[in-house]
Each structure stands twice: as structure tokens, then as C-alpha cells.
């Protein structure tokens, strides 16, 4: 069956540095999201990408879909305390059998001070 | 979120007995599904629906069922509740199915002794 793969499983970082997480699936995907959990809460959904190469920012984060379709990155510039959790790509494959995400197994991060 | 809600919010329960945890919804959405998180596994989707009566099974469906009578609840039901069924349970929502993002409920943290 589809796979996501996400790493890295666990990130530590001061804050100000950059974070990324890369995201890789082991099929062409319809679309992509990225979700975000905070600590004890539910994933919250931040952003989908559907284009070949698609690249979208929300403020300091940027995201971006690969060119054949199967793997995407999270960016965070200057990370802020805020910016901790837990945060998932899902992709979505079209088949016949009815739309569902698969979820990758999160990267989680943790910034300090 | 608003328009999702899971209850209970914590249930603690021996080995061997039925639960039932309930996801209510006032979207009107087409399609939910039920998800459990382990640490190392990201979210792992269980059951899901596409319409009333309309249910199909998940990645990690066995030991579980699911019943939708009307669009607004998804139960899910563990038939004879095991110590590996200990998990956070999440109900999503989604009008379309996984072409935009999926909302979340809160949780149930279920912890079977």
C-alpha cells in the first residue's frame, strides 16, 4: 500500500535557526498537505500543494512539492517558540476505492530559548 | 474545531469489554473518519465514511467497527477492547474527501487496563 515517509522523527533547535522536514512518498501523489499539532491538541490543517513544483509561503514557512509528485519539504525560517509541535504531511492518492489521506509519521520540534 | 465533537474526551476501560466513541459533526460533510496516534506512528486511519451507511475499512481496521445512520455521527466501536487499542483517537471531517484539508476533532484518549 502507499507509504509516507517523513523525517526527520524528532528536531531540536535554538530559536532563530531554520527547520526543515522532508516528506517522501512511494507513489505520485494527487495533492499534498501539511498539518500542524501542538502539544496535547488535534492536527490542524495549514496548507495544501497540487502543482508539479509548486512552492507556497505562509509567512516564515514555505512549502514545497516536488517535481514528479512524491516528496515535499517544510521550511521554517527563524523559528519561534511558538512555532513547537508535531507537524504531518498527508498525501492524497486517487483511486477507486474513495479519497483518504496518508498521514507521514510527523516530525516533531522542539525550540529553545 | 469548531462543528466537530468527540466524546468522551478520556475513557479508561478494562480488557475484553465494548466501547463506543462517538464523533458528532454540524458541517453537514460527506465524508469522516476515525484515526489513531501512537508515538512512531503518526496517525493511522481505522475506518472512514463516504456517506450515510456507507463505511469502508482503513489500514488498521481489525478489532474495530463503525456505523454512520446519519451524516452528523460516526461511532466507532471496539468490539472487545485490547491493551494495544490504548491509544488517541481523532475524528476528521472533510466535504470532499481529501481534495482540502481535513478537520479534526479533539481527541479521545482511551487507555485499556
Known amino acids: 500500500g502507499q507509504q509516507v515517509m517523513q523525517i526527520p522523527q524528532y528536531q531540536h533547535v535554538q530559536e532563530g535557526e531554520d527547520f526543515t522536514t522532508y516528506c517522501n512518498s512511494s507513489?505520485?501523489?494527487?495533492?499534498i498537505q501539511w498539518y500542524k499539532q501542538r502539544p496535547g491538541g488535534h492536527p490542524v490543517f495549514l496548507i495544501q500543494?497540487?502543482?508539479?513544483?509548486e512552492v507556497k509561503k505562509q509567512k516564515r514557512l514555505t512549502f514545497q512539492f516536488g517535481e514528479a509528485k512524491k516528496n515535499s519539504s517544510l521550511h521554517i525560517t527563524a523559528t519561534q517558540t511558538t512555532d513547537v509541535g508535531t507537524y504531518f504531511c498527508a498525501g492524497l492518492v486517487l483511486t477507486g476505492g474513495g479519497n483518504k489521506l496518508t498521514f507521514g509519521t510527523g516530525t516533531q520540534l522542539k525550540v529553545e530559548l | 474545531d469548531a462543528g466537530i465533537t468527540q466524546s468522551p474526551r478520556h475513557k479508561v476501560t478494562e480488557t475484553g469489554t465494548p466501547v463506543t466513541l462517538r464523533c458528532h459533526q454540524t458541517?453537514?460533510?460527506?465524508?469522516m473518519y476515525w484515526y489513531r496516534q501512537d508515538p512512531g506512528h503518526g496517525l493511522r486511519l481505522i475506518h472512514y465514511?463516504?456517506?450515510?451507511?456507507?463505511?469502508d475499512k482503513g489500514e488498521v481496521s481489525d478489532g474495530y467497527s463503525v456505523s454512520r445512520s446519519k451524516t452528523e455521527d460516526f461511532l466507532l466501536t471496539l468490539e472487545s477492547a485490547t491493551s494495544s487499542q490504548t491509544s488517541v483517537y481523532f475524528c476528521a471531517i472533510s466535504e470532499t474527501g481529501g481534495n482540502y484539508g481535513y478537520t479534526f476533532g479533539s481527541g479521545t484518549r482511551l487507555t485499556v487496563v
Open positions: 458541517e453537514n460533510h460527506r465524508y
Open positions: 500543494l497540487v502543482k508539479s513544483g
Open positions: 507513489t505520485t501523489l494527487s495533492n
Open positions: 465514511s463516504y456517506g450515510v451507511k456507507d463505511t
